[in-house]
């Protein structure tokens, strides 16, 4: 991975695919994988639960106390964007049992892969739990992540929440479908 | 044409007010320089050399009357008094403010236009046949699919930050006007045995840097599954395109490095879960957007020869208004009608494709006098009339000439194309514009231009190739040596059926030069021509060597040997 920027808003904005843009404390925290000599961050004394990178994962899943960690709701794990995920689609599938949480992670704003990775757990995984943007999220992303299947957003620390939760309102209409609903353009005339 | 109903009104009010935000939190500096790039390009605001420059959207080409005078007004008010017709169906403002954008995408949205996705990487601006609807060797009228994936590409959040721009262009012509090959996808559109329109998909083409023409990788798709066939192509290239190196990103070069077979067999496989899904466009869809295509109020005309026209015409004028009946008039589908090109590249023309504010107030009033009020910018920066009665061409013309838009180049080697280059063009490494004028006051006699016959001269001012010089007969092509503008000649590229990429033919001139060179180029075509032989057909006969010997035969600057850039495919 060439940038791993995954710090964090201390808040992070939920926007369920039934509800409505809300703020949360944010009970998770990204681990690159690297640090901690490649162990997981010792979870007894902290109070966050923890993303794991998904190479991580793969390594280390047949493990014991990584599955009842997870099974715990206390691991979870996160794309990198250049992860191939079609190419695991086993492990995913296994997954989708324990995960209590999925993330995928945008080294910068302008990198549009995870869009990509969050459309295919959506529509192809059928994933149906939490998917959140982590990494150089900003407020202008928002709308697009909502559209492809993400439902929590971890912004960059210096983002504006007051103008983030906004953006999700701006449009009312939309011309193709996304994973929160049918195109309006159809909408209007599949009576 | 194609009417916004509320759905495309809301869509891009609401566009403008996001907009109008993102510019302000750029103005309170909320929003870093950095990070507001992505977004205003998205929107067409580009920073320029001295200012912002604004591109407007015409989706595949056409527009109204009604259009085109608030694109004159945009053009009075908000900048200098002209706009800048594109070779992708858009138009350009050069010195509009940042402040004034959401003022102007307010403006543009009370007619139905705006600026979305006319840059950035992302899906930009459908192109199509400037002739669709009206063109006589039309197999389908591809208004209509051209209009349903202009919706779907639309703000499509998944593919909002592809690894580089991502272009279409649709042709459903016998011949090519769209230059579907040198597109990131070109969809030909086409009718089966069976009457069912289908499209074959080519990927991978592009000028820039590295030249190549797209493959086929998908023959007789039906039109309705486009938008899941589409989206499989688009994610592969979403999730597999270079992102290390700006240059390399382009799907080109993802389908040159997997092979066509291999690109086409991983779309194939993402379509395969997705082709049955809801993308897909419906019968009603289709029905709704193509209600808004169908023909004018035609009258019943008989069809008149081409001498019954010349001789609507006083027997001063029978000459020349019959060479503008040669080079300007197209044949139509209807009896009795005919198309007409303006020329926007007069003699000493400012810029190729530049209409100023009178132009544009008068050529929407011809619209709405001989062409139901419906317009068409062409690739090669023309604007075209699409429904003229026969009958009235010699009373258009007049009009024309008024406006200075009826030169009868069309098709000659002074129509060029170029790209506003160095002048305005903070990427450019050399100038476009002043070169595309020396070669139009060289060649300023239309008897010998006439003679010349078909020959098309493409400038660019960099390597971007804006200004599609890989597919000029004649490209020129601005570099940068030492802080020195020059420019390096190439020849045998084509547009249309017989697409083709241009080489290079050696050491690039200064700019002084250029006139010299093409002299010596033309030259060499009228000495080994055969009668009637075009341009391009001589030089596939003879070869590059004749012609090359020609260019350098004078060439006294130019003799410290230098790096060629490769116009092939590196």
Redesign the interface.
């Given at each position: 991975m060439s940038q791993l920027n995954i710090t964090s808003h201390s808040e992070i904005v939920h926007f369920p695919k039934d509800g409505k843009p809300a703020l949360g404390q944010n009970e998770w925290q990204v681990w690159s994988g690297s640090q901690d000599e490649g162990g997981l961050p010792d979870l007894e004394h902290g109070a966050h639960k923890v993303l794991v990178p998904f190479t991580w994962w793969l390594e280390h899943h047949h493990e014991a106390d990584v599955i009842v960690k997870a099974k715990n709701g206390q691991i979870g794990v996160w794309f990198a964007a250049d992860d191939d995920i079609l190419k695991h689609a086993d492990v995913i599938e296994a997954g989708k049992t324990v995960w209590p949480l999925v993330a995928a992670h945008f080294p910068i704003f302008r990198d549009g892969r995870s869009f990509s990775t969050a459309a295919l757990l959506r529509g192809r995984f059928a994933w149906q739990g939490e998917i959140r943007a982590i990494g150089d999220v900003l407020i202008d992303q928002l709308l697009q992540g909502a559209r492809v299947g993400f439902d929590s957003f971890a912004l960059r620390p210096d983002q504006k929440l007051d103008v983030a939760l906004k953006q999700f309102d701006l449009y009312s209409v939309t011309t193709q479908n996304s994973w929160r609903g049918s195109r309006t353009t159809r909408a209007t005339l599949s009576v | 044409m194609y009417k916004y109903d509320a759905?495309?009104q809301?869509?891009v009010d609401?566009r403008v007010?996001?907009f109008r935000d993102?510019v302000a939190?750029r103005l309170d500096g909320?929003?870093a320089e950095e990070?507001f790039r992505?977004?205003r390009l998205q929107n067409g605001l580009y920073h320029q050399r001295h200012a912002y420059m604004l591109r407007v959207a015409i989706p595949y080409g056409l527009f109204s009357s009604k259009q085109l005078r608030t694109l004159a007004l945009i053009s009075e008010k908000y900048d200098r008094g002209y706009g800048h017709f594109t070779t992708r169906q858009n138009i350009q403002y050069n010195w509009v403010t940042l402040e004034d954008t959401p003022d102007i995408l307010a403006e543009l949205a009370k007619v139905e236009m705006h600026a979305i996705q006319t840059s950035g990487?992302c899906i930009r601006n459908i192109t199509s046949d400037a002739f669709a609807g009206v063109a006589g060797d039309e197999y389908v009228d591809t208004r209509p699919i051209c209009e349903l994936l202009r919706?779907?590409?639309?703000?499509?959040?998944?593919?909002?930050?592809?690894p580089r721009k991502f272009k279409f262009a649709v042709n459903g012509a016998k011949e090519d006007r769209t230059v579907l090959l040198c597109h990131d996808v070109g969809i030909e559109l086409k009718k089966s045995s069976a009457s069912e329109l289908t499209a074959d998909i080519y990927a991978g083409g592009g000028m820039g840097r590295t030249p190549i023409l797209g493959s086929l990788i998908k023959r007789d798709l039906p039109w309705n599954v486009l938008?899941s066939y589409l989206t499989a192509l688009l994610?592969v290239y979403?999730?597999f395109g270079r992102?290390?190196n700006l240059y390399k990103a382009r799907i080109k070069i993802l389908v040159k490095a997997l092979g066509p077979e291999e690109f086409a067999r991983q779309v194939e496989g993402e379509w395969d879960?997705?082709k049955n899904?809801?993308?897909n466009f419906?019968q009603?869809?289709w029905d709704?957007v193509a209600q808004h295509f169908t023909k004018p109020a035609y009258k019943a005309l008989p069809a008149l020869s081409n001498e019954q026209v010349i001789n609507l015409a006083t027997e001063v004028e029978k000459a020349a208004f019959a060479r503008w009946l040669e080079r300007n008039v197209k044949p139509h589908q209807i009896s009795g009608y005919a198309s007409v090109i303006l020329s926007l590249k007069p003699h000493g023309t400012v810029a190729p494709g530049d209409a100023t504010t009178a132009q544009m107030y008068a050529i929407a009033d011809l619209a709405d006098h001989y062409s139901f009020g419906e317009l068409r910018a062409t690739h090669e920066q023309n604007l075209v009339l699409a429904d003229v009665e026969q009958s009235k061409l010699y009373e258009l013309w007049q009009e024309a000439k008024k406006q200075k838009v009826s030169l009868p180049n069309i098709g000659l080697l002074t129509d060029i194309i170029a790209c506003p280059g160095g002048d305005f063009c903070s990427l450019a490494n050399a100038k476009s514009l002043p070169i595309a004028k020396a070669i139009q006051e060289r060649f300023d006699d239309l008897d010998y231009l006439f003679d010349l016959g078909d020959i098309s001269l493409n400038i660019s001012g960099c390597i971007n190739s804006c200004g599609h010089h890989h597919v000029g007969n004649i490209g020129v092509l601005g570099v940068d040596k030492d802080g020195e503008e020059w420019y390096q000649i190439t020849l045998g590229g084509e547009q249309g059926n017989d697409a083709a990429i241009g080489k290079v033919i050696g050491p690039s001139f200064y700019a002084d030069e250029i006139p010299d060179v093409i002299t010596n180029v033309i030259n060499t075509y009228v000495a080994q021509r055969n009668s009637d032989e075009p341009f391009i057909e001589t030089y596939r006969r003879v070869g590059v060597t004749p012609f090359k010997d020609a260019a350098y035969k004078n060439a006294k600057k130019n003799e410290k040997v230098e790096k060629v850039i490769d116009g092939g495919t590196a």
């Open positions: - | 759905i495309d809301t869509l609401q007010a996001q993102q939190r909320s929003l990070e992505p977004l990487n919706q779907w590409s639309t703000l499509h959040p998944e593919f909002a930050h592809l938008p994610r979403n999730r992102r290390d879960h997705i899904s809801d993308d419906t009603a869809e709704r």
